[in-house]
């Protein structure tokens, strides 16, 4: 689409269709510490068995890629999942132009801490 590859991730969708199949690759993964359960409430609610964004970027062969954009809108993983993220991004292992999040369910005290990774990145 526009000359981007776009990739899409929610483990949640079950049996229904992804809509968004003429602009982006659909993944049924979902983002968090590898191997981490982790249950959600919507669609029905379940659980998942988690994987870094660096497991993700391994699994399509983007390892070294740098991403113009990611988005996060995960329903609480992203206290557990971008802490790993924004390390990685310090330590030069990923390469990130722009990072978009929703932060869900948090408290100050934890969005405080993970504002301060994401600046030390």
Same mark, same amino acid.
């Given at each position: #689409? /526009?000359?981007c590859e776009t990739h899409t991730f929610d483990?949640?969708?079950g049996n229904q269709s992804f809509v968004g199949s003429d602009y982006a690759t659909f993944h049924p993964? %979902? /983002?968090g510490e590898d191997g981490g359960e982790t249950t959600y409430s919507v669609r029905g609610g %379940? @659980? #998942?068995s988690s994987m870094s964004l660096a497991s993700m970027m391994k699994a399509l062969?983007?390892?070294g890629r740098r991403l113009d954009i990611l988005k996060v809108d995960c329903e609480g993983c992203e206290w557990q999942?971008?802490?790993a993220v924004f390390d990685a991004i310090a330590r030069g292992e990923? /390469?990130?132009?722009?990072?978009q999040i929703e932060l869900h369910r948090g408290t100050f005290e934890g969005a405080k801490s /993970? #504002?301060?990774?994401?600046? @030390?990145a």
């Open positions: #689409f /526009l000359g483990p949640t969708l993964w %979902g /983002l %379940g @659980s #998942f062969g983007h390892t999942a971008l802490p990923l /390469l990130i132009d722009q990072i /993970l #504002f301060e990774k994401a600046d @030390s």
